[in-house]
Nanobody, 117 residues
Framework: QVQLVESGGGLVQPGGSLRLSCVAS????????MGWYRQAPGKQRELDAT???????YYADSVKGRFTISRDNAKNTVYLQMNSLKPEDTAVYYC???????????WGQGTQVTVSS
């Protein structure tokens, strides 16, 4: 059964860095586009970055140049390297997978990122 398990969130000072990880089970990773989304309290969920099964990436303007999405297909893992973090980056970060074969979308449980001095 497909499951996305996220890790790496925590408390970091402004200007600091974190690396989020998301491990996908269920034999769908290799055919899935992966994404990272954020949702701040009281706000709608919004896209930060995506990476296709072929390795093509997309970044929201707000994170371009600061965040890097990558994937390791052998480990069924997608990463989000977050640099130059700002207080406005504080949110719950969600991993998702979109299977290009079935078109089904899976979501992780979310991991809290807090940027504060």
């Amino acid at each position: 059964q497909v499951q996305l398990v996220e890790s790496g969130g925590g408390l970091v000072q402004p200007g600091g860095s974190l690396r989020l990880s998301c491990v996908a089970s269920g034999n769908i990773f290799s055919t899935s586009a992966m994404g990272w989304y954020r949702q701040a309290p009281g706000k709608q969920r919004e896209l930060d970055a995506t990476i296709t099964s072929g390795g093509s990436t997309y970044y929201a303007d707000s994170v371009k140049g600061r965040f890097t999405i990558s994937r390791d297909n052998a480990k069924n893992t997608v990463y989000l390297q977050m640099n130059s973090l700002k207080p406005e980056d504080t949110a719950v970060y969600y991993c998702n997978a979109r299977d290009r074969i079935t078109a089904y979308v899976y979501w992780g449980q979310g991991t809290q990122v807090t940027v504060s001095s």
